[in-house]
């Protein structure tokens, strides 16, 4: 009484409340078969059913009365009054535990049939009479986005924590979010995907967070067989935290920068050589190399290549100077390198001298200026490298140590600069000029000077 139920077009209705008929791919369901009206269950009623709803009836609100369980002996004997089953719904269903009729449900695992009867008729009742809208779902577009929004976030979500330790309560909490939400939705009768969105941002983060670990081991990789036998660790280290504006698939980025590079080389080695048998010059080069190469980073600057008994160093790269200040001290931080090793020389000498072995003596050419930094190789073999003129005029100042001027206090090492360095030296080292020198493969000549030794105070004009 007092329900209008009909069909508009092929849509069920009671009175006000239009159930939506279940298609074969609503809410979790792929494919699902189909027959007859069917709808979504809420499972939202309660356990118990022993309270009728209000309802009006002609007009006057009845009050809620109490209705009982009666056995099928009660029926069969008569013991059930007309008035306890007037007006109402009456279900039969069998309550014997031998009698398998458990189905699990979205609320409990083991509900027994007759209880999900009852909660069907009670989400039928409660449309009928209080307009509660029945279960919806939605459009598979709408599906779609969802999963892909949650599988997106899981991936961003990895790209932006990276650490599997900022990962994992993260993750546990946007899943935690995504249960309330799916919750919160289905208590107000509307069915969302929960098992599908989740996986999907767990297996993209899983996904992300391994291919982000593959990709910075392939890097600290990379860089560190491009650098670990040419800078400092603090240099390295530097490099590392930078990574994303030098390496670019496993190459350093090319890139021009202002900086010192530093060539040395051993006067006379040839002869030197000739002399000595080849296990014995080779620990002799290599107690030399040992004596001067450390001098480098102790000083800022990085061993790019070793060129035969020649050794060539760079003040200022592979992490690029900017500011002027700090071009000025690569260039200081090389001539305070070069007269370090020209005291490790001397001790060097000395040692060999009272071992009977030969001594030497060594040239070093600095210069300042712009270059460019960058890998070079094949993809198999790769090493950092610096080009430029810079590069070729500081080769050529070493080289012209041996037209230059022959000066007692330099006779161990002659140490030649550009001029372009020696502005940059603001008049920390005692200097004298050499003049104007044509280098070769110089069109126009430089000017030189002769570094002499860390003092205040400068004979060049």
Request: glycine fraction near 8%; charge should be negative; aromatic fraction near 8%.
């Amino acid at each position: 009484e007092g329900i209008d139920y009909g069909f508009e077009g092929d849509l069920l209705r009671l009175n006000r409340v239009v159930f939506p008929r279940l298609t074969k791919d609503a809410g979790a369901y792929v494919k699902l078969p189909v027959r007859d009206y069917e709808y979504l269950a809420a499972f939202q009623a309660p356990r118990s059913f022993r309270i009728n709803v209000n309802r009006k009836v002609g007009g006057t609100e009845e009050r809620p009365d109490v209705s009982h369980d009666f056995s099928f002996g009660d029926v069969l004997e008569g013991r059930v009054p007309a008035e306890a089953i007037r007006r109402k719904i009456v279900l039969i269903a069998t309550v014997m535990e031998s009698i398998k009729d458990s189905n699990p449900t979205p609320i409990d695992d083991n509900l027994r049939g007759i209880h999900i009867h009852v909660m069907l008729v009670h989400q039928l009742l409660e449309a009928a009479i209080r307009g509660v809208k029945p279960m919806s779902w939605w459009p598979e577009w709408a599906e779609l986005l969802w999963i892909s929004a949650f599988t997106l976030a899981g991936g961003a979500l990895s790209l932006w924590l990276r650490s599997p330790w900022k990962l994992a309560p993260a993750l546990a909490l946007i899943l935690g979010g995504l249960h309330v939400i799916v919750w919160q939705a289905f208590e107000h009768g509307v069915w969302l995907l929960v098992a599908a969105p989740a996986l999907g941002c767990f297996v993209t983060a899983t996904f992300v967070t391994s291919f982000t670990a593959y990709l910075e081991r392939s890097e600290r990789g990379a860089m560190q067989t491009l650098f670990s036998k040419h800078v400092s660790p603090s240099v390295a280290q530097a490099l590392w935290a930078e990574r994303e504006k030098f390496l670019e698939g496993g190459r350093l980025r090319p890139q021009r920068l202002t900086a010192t590079v530093l060539f040395t080389d051993l006067k006379g080695f040839s002869t030197t050589s000739e002399k000595m048998d080849p296990a014995t010059l080779m620990e002799w080069m290599n107690e030399y190399m040992n004596g001067l190469v450390h001098h480098v980073d102790l000083h800022g600057g990085m061993v790019n290549k070793f060129i035969g008994d020649a050794i060539m160093a760079v003040f200022g790269a592979p992490v690029a100077h900017e500011r002027e200040e700090d071009i000025d001290q690569d260039a200081v931080n090389a001539v305070t390198c070069a007269l370090v090793m020209r005291r490790e020389l001397a001790g060097l000498n000395a040692g060999w001298r009272a071992r009977g072995l030969p001594t030497t003596a060594m040239r070093v050419g600095i210069y300042t200026g712009p270059l460019v930094a960058g890998s070079m190789g094949s993809e198999e073999r790769l090493e950092f490298t610096v080009l430029g003129d810079t590069v070729n005029t500081a080769a050529r100042l070493e080289a012209a140590g041996k037209d230059a001027p022959n000066d007692p206090e330099c006779a161990e090492c002659m140490i030649l600069i550009g001029d372009a360095t020696w502005q940059r030296l603001h008049g920390k080292f005692e200097t004298r000029l050499v003049g104007p020198m044509s280098l070769k493969g110089k069109a126009n000549e430089i000017i030189v000077h002769s570094v002499v030794a860390a003092v205040a105070k400068n004979s060049s004009p």
